[in-house]
Structures are given as C-alpha cells and as structure tokens.
C-alpha cells in the first residue's frame, strides 16, 4: 500500500532515533570462522523497491541518493549499489558506517551520521537483538567492506511492528530509504590459532559467542607483569600509539582466589578504540595500564592475549577507571580486533 502522504517529520523522527545513538548493538553468537567458510546468507532479499535508488555521490561522503516518489515498501528489501572487495561480513562482526536516511514519500534527505572519519558509525553486523536499529545491522550481512547499501523498510519494520510504531506516534507504513556505506570492518572476536599455554598460568575458556572465561588455579598472584598469546592472529602487528579496537574481559585476581569480572565488553558485546598509550583516555573516558599496553604491542590483529597485571605495574592509585579496585591483581583477556 502507497502511504497515505505521511509527513517527512515522521521520518525525521525516526532518523533522530538512529543517528543519535552510539550505533553500537549487542551481537548475536558467532562462529570461529570466518564468514567466506561459513556460507553466509543475506537476512534481506533484493526487490524492486531497493534497486529503483541510485546514489553517485563520493563513497562515504554524502550519498546524494535520488528515490522515486512515492516509493512502496511491501517488505525490507536491500540492494547492493556499489560491491565491496573487503573483509565480508558476517554475523557478530563489527562494521563502522556512514548511513544517510530519505523520506520514502518524497525523496529528501532526512538526516545522515555525518561524513569524515569522525562521523563513522560502529554496527554489529547481523544483530538479532530487540534493540534498535537493528535493521541496518542485518542489512550488512554478507557485505564486503566497501561496499555502499541501500535498504527500504517502514517505520513498523524500524519499530519491529505496526504497533509499536504507532505506540511512538509514528504512521507504521511511513517508508525510509537509508544508504549505507561500509568504510571499515573487522572480525567481531580473536579468530587467531590457539597456542599452547604455559603451566601454572590462568587459562582462558571460550563461550559460543567469544565471551571468555578464566580457569584460575588456588595460587598466589605473580609479583611481576605476566601475558601469553592465547591465540595467534595473521592480522597486522599492533604499534605504540595506535588506536586499536579491543573486546575486554577484566578480572580482579585476589590473594590467593577467587576472581570477579569488573569490566566486560562481552556484556553487551561492544568493542572499544584505545589508543596504545598508557592512560590515554578514549572518547568514553576509559585507558589502558602500562602493563597492558606493554604486553598488547607488537601482537597482531586477530589475537587474543590474556595479561596479568599486578598493582605496579598498573594503574597508579586514582587513575583506574570506574569500578577498578586499588592494590588488587588485574588479569585481562583482550582481542585484538583491528586498528584505526
């Protein structure tokens, strides 16, 4: 059914929704391979709607999308414009987007993330969860990086049903257009080979989504740093200063046990950019230990590296992040995702 003219406010609403969020979603469970072994199959299949929008603007700058008026959506439909050569995507990945949205009765322009690397948008490609947009996540699945993506819905797709767009004082049959180019990608967990590890050193053991957990024998804490490769990337080498992309699970090593996580990315599966400088906050505040830094440097994308860090050689009193304890042993496990 052709919408009956709903306002483009409606869009612009929905739009303010989308980009005004930190875009990053919680991640489905994902698979130890990589998506070209998995046989990966598109959530979305290409219609008629999708491949009506053409875009010849500058990739990850403005999209400059020209939709036929008035568009239909009878379902969600993605069409590939321009196909990537990157990493392909599969699900639990992780993408950072430049994503701009059009009215579907009109064709304007109703708002974008911004252009430039600043502006990029992090999404966890095949998200499943209840959280929004997740639409856009799904989207991507099996994209290359590189590749710009045009994707048709309505606000009750958006929503996740008629009723709960009108619950948000949205017409559900309003339709939007959004353009989505995929300008950096990378595996959502540490996909490199295991390694053996040495006696007497913690042990790391894997859940089916990557979240990891600690096998800790009833032994004293070590005086000095301590890390091992758990598993070995192929991916570039990490270098002092970079800001690199990182899954943590941190741990508070008592004397002599047990242990309590108090960080995780693995809660709600959301990666961080760090810079490989100790105690150089992010954009959220957080930082990196000395200890860490150190033992992160020189491992190559696609690992994961579980640390042991005693007070000393950690965090100095009062510049631990929030929820860190003070004089207690830090055992990290980190995965090395990518750099920026």
Known sequence: MIPNAPKSGLVRKIAAIVLASAFVVSVAACSDLPAEVQGCTPVYSTGAAAKSVSAHGTFGADPKAKVPTPIVAKSIETNTIKQGTGLRLGKGDIADV???????????????????RSKQRQ?????????????????????????????????????GSA???????????????????????????AVGTLQPLQSGFPSVVTSGDGTPGLTLDLQEPPKTLQSELVRGGSGAVVKKGQQVLLQVQAVAWTD?????????????????????????????????????????IGKRIGSQVLVVVPPKAGYPSGKQPSGYPTGDTLIFVYDILGTY
């Open 163 to 189: 009723s709960a767009a009108t619950q948000q004082g949205t017409d559900p049959t309003t339709v939007i257009v959004a353009v989505t180019d995929i300008e950096k990608g990378y595996r959502g967990r």
């Open 98 to 116: 430049t994503l701009t949205l059009y009215t579907g009765v009109n064709g304007q322009n109703a708002g974008s993330t911004g252009y430039g």
């Open 256 to 296: 002599p046990a047990p242990t309590s996580t108090i960080d995780s990315t693995w809660t709600d599966h959301t990666p961080r950019y760090y810079t490989l400088t100790a105690l150089k906050k992010n954009a959220t505040g957080q930082s990196l230990d000395a200890g860490s830094v150190k033992s992160l």
């Open 123 to 159: 999404l966890a490609v095949g998200d499943t969860s209840t959280a929004l947009p997740t639409v856009f996540a799904k989207s991507l699945m099996c994209e290359r990086v590189g590749a710009r993506v045009t994707t048709v819905l309505t606000a009750a797709d958006f929503y």
